[in-house]
Antibody, heavy 120, light 111 residues
Framework: QITLKESGPTLVKPTQTLTLTCTFS??????????VGWIRQPPGKALEWLAH???????RYSPSLKNRISITKDTSKNLVVLTMTNMDPEDTATYYC????????????WGQGTLVTVSS | QSVLTQPPSVSGAPGQRVTISCTGS?????????VHWYQQLPGTAPKLLIS???NRPSGVPDRFSGSRSGTSASLTITGLQAEDEADYYC???????????FGTGTTITVL
């Protein structure tokens, strides 16, 4: 059974850097074709894909955020880390990590999400 | 930024058939990329509902079906039930963005 769980601060101040961790089990990022993505959802709004990291350390970023975000993995600890700089109140959202199955372009399953509020 | 367009809301009475559209472009759905659908119940994480345009993962009732044609896709619920009240999102890949894209989301209300 694959599970993912997001963790990190619930409140950050404007201009600060956000670091979120996705801890997963049931699969390995050493397995060819596997990936983990980050998706966010502002309150009452739609889902937005942020970044993705693949088993071979290939990384992809949303063009609108690529100057502010980075994604890394620690295969030995089964975790993926998302870093977002210069946080703004508009970045207030629930942040999800999700598994991308081998060779597929969908996300399943998702973590429960973590709400991050940006406020002074 | 959503580059897949969905109607904001759709409603229907129990037992009715409802359809949600998902309109993309020549760099996403029109480029041949598959469309996937997620159901998000209130206060929960999205759950995969349809993968690869029309495939139901194990456990998804057969009243949910999907299709893709040209630059669009659709999700149909045949025999709407009260428990289907949720937000629904389509998702694909966009070659111009070199990344995944989600729809604007549709709220289904059961009257």
């Amino acid at each position: 059974q694959i599970t993912l769980k997001e963790s990190g601060p619930t409140l950050v101040k404007p201009t600060q850097t956000l670091t979120l961790t996705c801890t997963f089990s049931g699969f390995s990022l050493n397995t060819s074709g596997v990936g983990v993505g980050w998706i966010r959802q502002p309150p009452g709004k739609a889902l937005e894909w942020l970044a993705h990291i693949y088993w071979d350390d290939d990384k992809r970023y949303s063009p609108s955020l690529k100057n502010r975000i980075s994604i890394t993995k620690d295969t030995s600890k089964n975790l993926v880390v998302l870093t977002m700089t210069n946080m703004d109140p508009e970045d207030t959202a629930t942040y999800y990590c999700a598994n991308r199955p081998v060779g597929k372009n969908w996300f399943d399953p998702w973590g429960q999400g973590t709400l991050v509020t940006v406020s002074s | 930024q959503s580059v897949l367009t969905q109607p904001p809301s759709v409603s229907g009475a129990p037992g009715q058939r409802v359809t949600i559209s998902c309109t993309g472009s020549s760099s996403s759905i029109g480029a041949g990329y598959d469309v996937h659908w997620y159901q998000q119940l209130p206060g929960t994480a999205p759950k995969l509902l349809i993968s690869g345009n029309s495939n139901r993962p194990s456990g998804v009732p057969d009243r949910f079906s999907g299709s893709r044609s040209g630059t669009s896709a659709s999700l149909t619920i045949t025999g709407l039930q009260a428990e289907d009240e949720a937000d629904y999102y389509c998702q694909s890949y966009d070659t111009m963005l070199s990344g995944y894209v989600f729809g604007t989301g549709t709220t289904i209300t059961v009257l």
